[in-house]
């Protein structure tokens, strides 16, 4: 049985107060449609990526010449993205709102606005259904995570699911959904129809600060960032730690390319992507980014990857293989977060 959200009546203080949060705005308002009905998108035989920006909209770029096609806002800056299967809607996480921004990608408008909780981040999209991270109002208080069924445009439950949640991978089945935890050094493994929490695994022993985590191609195994710890960890089908790779500093976004055969892995502070054999775990090259780039997906044909780097205040558009610069996108003062393909590709975070 799922768990329902119980709608809470606050009281007027604890209202005011929350009104009176400088990171929080009120949301824009948005003419709602219904989503049964939204159109596909019917994208350019190129496609096109998105990136959602901290500072600002959503940037809609060409993946044949990588010219800039237009902008989604979404109120103040988005972060973590998801895509259905059909390509129609990208359910966007605005922490700004506490909500989740549905785009029609056919408009390029937003089409319906779901309150979801305090400061949602991460988002996966499995179906109709979004799920996102939400931070804790108060420190020591579990994390949420919300479901939103994206055909209604409504949250329909929500579980806990630890202390400072950040990242999430689906299982292969769809049935499992894993979380890492930065508070208490440890990725859960909860079942998907019940909520009901599967496995607690501890990253202590190994490093501090779980942060993303991504799934092979074949499902086989899932590959964990630590932060702190300057390492990747592989879990197998039973979630089970087999191997440690060691990495440059701050590891963050990762992802497997589309074959399965190399890992790419975001160094925040270290200013590079690295990637690894997944073979052998042997590092094989290594290449240069900018300021804290945390999140970036590769093409659909794995040859180039889409950097965003927030302090650099640009997106960078690199060769997969040389680390060949091929474009830079400048997204002056809007702080780059979130990368998402269309069509789908693999990616970290911001695309699944």
């Not at 988005?78 to 909500?99: C, F, I, K, Q, S």
């Not at 445009?153 to 929500?158: A, D, I, P, S």
């Not at 195994?221 to 979630?239: M, P, S």
Request: with cysteine; hydrophobic share 40%; proline share 6%.
């Amino acid at each position: 049985m799922k768990f329902r959200v119980t709608t809470l009546v606050l009281s007027t203080a604890i209202l005011l107060a929350a009104c009176s949060k400088q990171d929080e705005a009120p949301a824009p308002a948005v003419e709602e449609t219904t989503l049964e009905a939204v159109p596909l998108a019917n994208p350019a035989p190129q496609g096109k990526f998105y990136i959602t920006n901290q500072e600002g909209p959503i940037s809609i770029y060409s993946l044949a010449d990588y010219s800039k096609l237009g902008e989604i806002s979404v109120g103040k800056g988005g972060r973590g993205m998801g895509l259905v299967d059909d390509e129609r809607l990208l359910a966007v996480a605005v922490p700004a709102t506490n909500d989740i921004a549905i785009v029609d990608l056919a408009t390029r408008a937003v089409v319906r606005r779901v309150p979801v909780g305090h400061n949602p981040e991460t988002v996966r999209v499995q179906g109709m259904l979004a799920y996102a991270t939400l931070d804790p109002q108060t420190k020591g208080s579990p994390t949420k995570l919300a479901v939103i069924d994206l055909s209604t445009g409504e949250k329909t439950w929500e579980l806990d699911v630890g202390l400072q949640a950040l990242g999430m991978e689906l299982s292969a089945d769809g049935e499992h959904i894993l979380v890492t935890h930065e508070a208490n050094e440890t990725i859960s493994v909860h079942e998907l129809e019940t909520g009901k929490l599967l496995k607690t695994i501890e990253t202590r022993e190994y490093g501090i600060r779980p942060r993303g985590i991504a799934r092979s191609p074949d499902g086989d195994y899932f590959a964990v960032t630590l932060e702190y710890g300057n390492k990747i960890l592989i879990l197998d089908r039973d979630y089970t730690i087999t191997q440690e790779i060691p990495t440059g500093e701050v590891p963050y976004g990762i992802s497997y390319n589309r074959t399965g055969t190399e890992i790419f892995v975001a160094l925040a502070r270290g200013k590079a992507v690295q990637v690894f054999n997944t073979e052998t775990l042997e590092l094989k090259r290594e290449i240069p980014i900018g300021e804290r780039c945390l999140h970036f997906s590769l093409t659909p044909d794995d040859k180039n990857l889409v950097v965003a780097c927030g302090r650099s205040n640009n997106v960078l558009v690199l060769n997969a293989e040389t680390g060949e610069l091929v474009k830079e996108l400048p997204e002056p003062d809007r702080a780059p977060w979130g990368v998402m393909m269309l069509p789908k590709s693999v990616g970290s975070l911001s695309s699944p």
